[in-house]
């Protein structure tokens, strides 16, 4: 399956933000166990590449598909595909954002580009990003998405921001294609500490809440 085909069958990605990784192969391979396959590491880590190119030369073994989250320039977009990044997520539309959208054409992988309003949706599509994030999504909450599938029917929508164990599946009922986990599932403190068991227990239990 593509990434696209991924998220729509697991309903989730996690995006991991933590100021440590103490073993990306590790951290992939118990979100694995846990039923999350699609990993976002996020520039907010420091020495991300290195972390990149852990997980992307082990993702035949571990069955992640690993790509890189807020990235904000293009040449942090060709940073991270050159680490072995297979998908790029924006947190929104800067003034690099053609520019990643062009790298990401040109290296035929996935691009998440964030938006929040219509408009910004609008210009997302129009970069040709293959899904939009919506960022924050909680502000507005499930009903902001049923609201922005009148417009944009089909379109792959996911939220992130807010997105928690208790609105996860209203989410996807209003129209999201998948949702994004963060520290319900990737707590900094158990990425840094190497807590596998926990965040396999605590992404097993995030994708219980999105069965229909």
Known sequence: MNTLELLRADRVLTVVRAPEISDARDLCAALVAGGIHV???????????????????????????VGAGTVQTAAQATQAINAGAQFLVTPGQGPEAA????????????????????????????LGATAVK????HHLGPKYFKDLNGP??????????????TNAHAFLKAGALAVSAGTDVVSPTDVAT??????????KSFRATLQP
């Not at 082990?58 to 069955?63: N, P, Q, R, S, V």
């Open 152 to 165: 944009f029917p089909g379109v792959p929508l996911i939220p992130s921001g807010g997105v928690n164990l």
């Open 194 to 203: 190497a807590n596998w068991p926990t965040i396999t227990t605590k992404a």
């Open 39 to 65: 990993v976002e590491l996020t520039y907010t880590t420091p020495d991300l590449p290195r972390h990149l190119e852990r997980a992307a030369s082990t993702a035949t073994e571990t069955g992640a598909v």
């Open 134 to 137: 919506i960022f924050p999504a």
């Open 99 to 126: 520019a990643i959208a062009d790298t990401a054409r040109t290296a035929d992988i996935p691009l998440v580009l964030g938006a929040f309003t219509p408009s910004e949706v609008m210009t997302a599509l129009a």
